[in-house]
């Protein structure tokens, strides 16, 4: 599967953004699909993850009432809805997409076989 991610920009502080992740190729809906973002000098790590079905959700605890991830199977697209955006909220965010298996996430980057190219999200004061 091809991913291909959009929606980043620069926005000030307490801003929304949407970001979004067009699959193309093999089945999409077979994959469990999650954001990763890496900021400078910082390891990648998973945002939020969405399970095939779209059933269960990760987010991870910096995140946790503010993004929602979301996927849409009949579009191919999975989202990451972010608001109240704060200034370390700041790095490339990538999507990422993974066969099903049992263990429906994993937060290590590499168990996501497929990755799209990134898109830069800039948050200031």
């Known amino acids: 599967v091809q991913l291909q991610a959009c929606g980043g920009g620069l926005v000030q502080a307490g801003d929304s953004l949407r970001l979004s992740c067009a699959a193309s190729?093999?089945?999409?809906?077979?994959?469990?699909m999650g954001w990763f973002r890496q900021a400078p000098g910082k390891e990648r790590e998973l945002v939020a993850a969405?399970?095939?079905?779209?059933?269960?959700?990760y987010y991870t605890d910096s995140v946790k009432g503010r993004f929602t991830i979301s996927r849409g199977n009949a579009k191919n697209t999975v989202y990451l809805q972010m608001s109240s955006l704060k200034t370390e909220d700041t790095a490339v965010y990538y999507c990422?997409?993974?066969?099903?298996?049992?263990?429906?996430?994993?937060?290590?980057?590499?168990?996501?076989?497929?990755w799209g190219q990134g898109t830069q999200v800039t948050v200031s004061s």
């Open positions: 190729g093999r089945t999409f809906s077979s994959y469990n």
């Open positions: 990422a997409g993974r066969e099903i298996s049992p263990l429906w996430f994993t937060r290590s980057a590499k168990e996501y076989a497929y």
């Open positions: 969405i399970s095939w079905s779209g059933g269960r959700t």
